[in-house]
């Protein structure tokens, strides 16, 4: 067998080793063989580019590519459905749908309202080639890169389906995945999801398609569209589409009275609670297409179709005390503590408040009777306040003026505070209050210190919470450039933990290689992220270039906006942590970009301004942009009369190419470009 053919044999495998464990949830290998696999395929496909596939199992993992979505009008509309939540309204409908076929018997598919981000796929000749979400039901956006990174969606089919069909469902974000994103977000002090749906339609949209890939998105298919559906009924097509590799719900189920769909409603309002997935109601469609084509449609929605949506759980409880928790960039949180309640199978004690806005919305006071439900059913929120039931001598909740943690008056960006001598303030006032002692609180240094020594910033190992907090206790760091004088007699104790103390001081050590880009992210600059981070050390390549830039100037690296650029600025200003910072230059920490990144490997592009638009398949949008620099070039972000050439992928946003061709600048494409630097 040559290599191309183990290319081929590889991809088969690998899709059906796909199909074992994310849909019928039944693996054949272990991890660890599937990887190695996966890598053996991917350095095949170097070797042999001319078998690029973008179907390959290998592009699931996504790229750091950035391109706009582009607008697709749906073959099909894609229609709401009316919505009801009393058993009454579902004797209407059925009632309905009896006058409206005149007698005739019908059957009802009862299925599941999976609670997420509605999508369409199209495959031709067995393979994925479009997916789009609903948008406005008549057109949505293509999101076929990311929906390739979902591994339970099928970038091939299985059997032998129409040569062409569409299949709708919900992109979803299981409930596993949703906590350990928000734990995440959570200890970045980044905003937290409300629900899954939420999560998953912002992970859909992210223009990062390896994003999507870390989030582990999941996908349920309801609805077979088509000029050659194998049968008659709805329900039959979904069990042939199931044969097809597709995800369909096991509670699917065909009923023909009324009473049968409210015995069905009933199982699921109690049993939903232990799928791995987020449910919000149930969907009853008549069964039959062509009595489906005989009920028709009104200006909205279908009449053969209604969702059932159940109620969502909610529990009345005292307002005990509001406390305030402070993060590692100072930000200052509300949390409402409460009488012990019941709440969806778990004892809610605790919500939070968000901000001193959300305080006010509901006009809070201490003793008040409030009404808790869970977002998503997992995060207790506030919704409402029982005013009958209000004591005469309540207080209202005041938000408190100064750090609980250290006293020092709390600021506003964005207001002028004279206390928060600051060389930048924000277009628009933050809601959130914050501590600006920055380098005096207890729980910003911790926090700070947690963040450093994380394994996608320094990648310090041994170093957890408990550790930061015992060390921080012993007054051994009270900063992050600390870290580097400790050594293994000051951190050994009574002597018992020799080899984990001299690991720790390794791992400190060995840190001093991580490169110049995690360093920028490691410093925990408010608002500047992993990716930020990269793209700021990629433009400035020096820790000098990134602290003497200015406002404009930082504003000119992609993704980086005014807000984040003053808080750059802002934290570069403040003596103590440019001391830190020159701390951490003479302990040898990465503060140059690798000179292999920047050292340029010839002159082909000298002179040209290059403008970089669409999907790539060899290399992402980052990758491309170092490679113009080290060949000469200079990457521009918008098309001029000035431009060059524009390296175009797929999918290339349609004003970019109207302008282009308006101007007569040259697109080139992927293939050609490394042409040009062989």
Not at 310 to 315: L, P, T, V
Not at 388 to 408: H, N
Not at 593 to 620: E, Y
Request: proline fraction near 5%; charged fraction near 25%.
């Amino acid at each position: 067998m040559d290599e191309k053919q183990r290319i081929e044999q590889l991809r088969r495998e690998l899709h059906e080793h796909n199909y074992k464990y994310y849909v019928l949830n039944q693996p054949e290998i272990s991890d660890y063989d599937f990887d190695q696999l996966m890598h053996e395929l991917q350095d095949l496909e170097v070797r042999h580019p001319e078998m690029a596939d973008p179907n390959s199992p290998t592009q699931r993992v996504g790229s750091d590519l950035q391109s706009e979505f582009r607008q697709v009008t749906h073959k099909y509309p894609m229609l709401s459905l009316a919505n009801t939540y009393s058993e009454q309204d579902v004797r209407d409908w059925y009632e309905s749908v009896r006058k409206g076929l005149a007698g005739e018997p019908f059957e009802v598919c009862c299925e599941m309202k999976y609670d997420g981000l509605s999508i369409s796929l199209t495959y031709v000749d067995g393979r994925l080639t479009q997916a789009v979400t609903r948008g406005d039901g008549v057109q949505g956006d293509d999101v076929t890169q990311n929906v390739k990174t979902i591994k339970s969606i099928p970038l091939e089919t299985r059997g032998l389906p129409p040569r062409e069909f569409e299949i709708r469902g919900e992109i979803l974000m299981p409930w596993a995945s949703f906590e350990r994103l928000n734990r995440e977000r959570e200890a970045a002090e980044e905003p937290l999801f409300a629900n899954p749906r939420n999560a998953a339609s912002g992970t859909l949209k992210s223009l990062d398609s390896r994003v999507v890939a870390n989030r582990q998105l999941d996908a349920y298919l309801y609805y077979l569209l088509g000029e050659e559906l194998p049968a008659e009924g709805h329900y039959e097509n979904l069990e042939a589409a199931r044969s097809w590799g597709f995800k369909i719900s096991e509670g699917m189920k065909k009923v023909r009275t009324v009473d049968e769909i409210l015995e069905f409603i009933a199982y699921w309002d109690t049993e939903r609670k232990n799928l791995p997935v987020a449910t919000d109601g149930i969907v009853l469609k008549v069964n039959s297409l062509r009595q489906q084509r005989a009920l028709g449609f009104t200006a909205k929605s279908p009449r053969w179709a209604i969702a059932y949506k159940f109620k969502a759980e909610r529990a009345c409880t005292e307002l005990l005390e509001v406390t305030y928790q402070v993060g590692r960039t100072g930000a200052v949180t509300p949390v409402a503590n409460m009488a012990p309640v019941q709440l969806a199978g778990t004892t809610v004690r605790r919500a939070t408040l968000n901000n001193e806005d959300f305080i006010r919305s509901f006009d809070l006071h201490i003793g008040d009777h409030v009404y808790v439900e869970k977002g998503g059913e997992i995060i207790p929120k506030i919704v409402g306040v029982d005013i009958d039931q209000r004591p005469i001598i309540a207080q209202p909740v005041q938000f408190i003026k100064r750090c609980p943690e250290c006293g020092t008056p709390l600021v506003k960006f964005g207001e002028g505070n004279s206390t928060h001598p600051s060389p930048f303030t924000l277009h628009q006032a933050s809601a959130t209050w914050y501590c600006p002692n920055d380098a005096g609180c207890p729980p910003q240094i911790k926090g700070r210190i947690e963040h450093f020594v994380a394994r996608k910033a320094m990648n310090i190992i041994g170093l957890g919470p408990e550790i930061i907090e015992d060390y921080y206790r012993r007054k051994l760091i009270r900063n992050i450039a600390d870290l580097y004088t400790i050594d293994v007699q000051q951190i050994n104790g009574d002597g018992s933990r020799n080899k984990s103390a001299q690991n720790i001081v390794n791992s400190i050590q060995k840190s001093k290689e991580v490169p110049f880009e995690r360093v920028v992210f490691a410093l925990g600059i408010r608002f500047v992220g992993e990716t930020s981070a990269r793209l700021l050390a990629r433009h400035f390549k020096s820790m000098d270039a990134l602290m003497a830039a200015g406002l404009e100037e930082l504003q000119e690296v992609e993704g980086i906006g005014e807000v984040m650029a003053k808080s750059i600025i802002s934290y570069f200003h403040n003596e103590q942590n440019r001391e830190i910072v020159e701390r951490l230059r003479g302990y040898g920490l990465q503060f140059e970009l690798s000179s292999s990144l920047i050292s340029p490997h010839s002159s082909l592009l000298s002179g040209q301004s290059i403008v970089i638009s669409g999907v790539f398949q060899h290399h992402s949008r980052d990758e491309y942009k170092l490679i113009i620099e080290q060949n000469g070039g200079k990457n521009v972000g918008s098309i001029s009369a000035k431009t060059s050439f524009i390296l175009a992928g797929e999918n290339m946003g349609p004003s970019k190419l109207q302008k282009a061709e308006k101007l007569g600048i040259r697109i080139v494409s992927e293939d050609e470009f490394l042409e040009m630097l062989q």
